[in-house]
């Protein structure tokens, strides 16, 4: 399986950086991980916040690799429980040629035009974290879901 995080913006704290570096070391055995990050606009600058979400989904929608399942993380997505996460990519490895790409927006949130490209909107939860812990929560849940796929006990 190919996975591929697409985010704005990097890790800011170190022990976050640390938190997706672990899970990544655990999903290199398992799946193939990309990670793109693209430089976010600043949210100081003189332009609109709306403006500042449409210049990240212009460069959003240039990095989505063409023809793989889009899945967006947006607060207003669909919540699944971690079984039905591992069904998703049980779904992308029989129908979608095992791709799969994970976008994330910057801290004002995404453009309507990249959340109307996804296959699906996701939602990890109704509390607001921050960018940086939702990527780590993002691997965890990603190394569970292949867990659960290949039987192994983590997910207990």
Not at 122 to 138: A, E, K, V
Request: net charge neutral; hydrophobic share 40%; proline share 4%.
């Amino acid at each position: 399986m190919r996975i591929h995080i697409l985010s704005v913006g990097k890790t800011k704290f170190p022990w976050c950086r640390e938190g997706e570096e672990h899970y990544e070391k655990l999903l290199g055995a398992l799946v193939q991980l990309k990670r793109i990050e693209i430089g976010g606009e600043s949210v100081l600058s003189a332009v609109s916040p709306e403006e500042v979400k449409k210049r990240e989904g212009r460069k959003i929608l240039e990095k989505i690799p063409p023809g793989i399942f889009t899945v967006i993380l947006s607060e207003e997505g669909k919540r699944m429980d971690s079984r039905g996460f591992s069904e998703l990519f049980a779904r992308v490895q029989e129908q979608e040629g095992g791709e799969c790409v994970f976008v994330m927006g910057g801290p004002l949130g995404l453009a309507d035009e990249v959340k109307k490209n996804g296959d699906l909107l996701l939602s990890f939860s109704d509390f607001t974290f921050p960018h940086d812990l939702i990527r780590i929560l993002l691997l965890e849940q990603i190394y569970r879901a292949v867990s659960i796929l290949s039987g192994r006990k983590y997910h207990k």
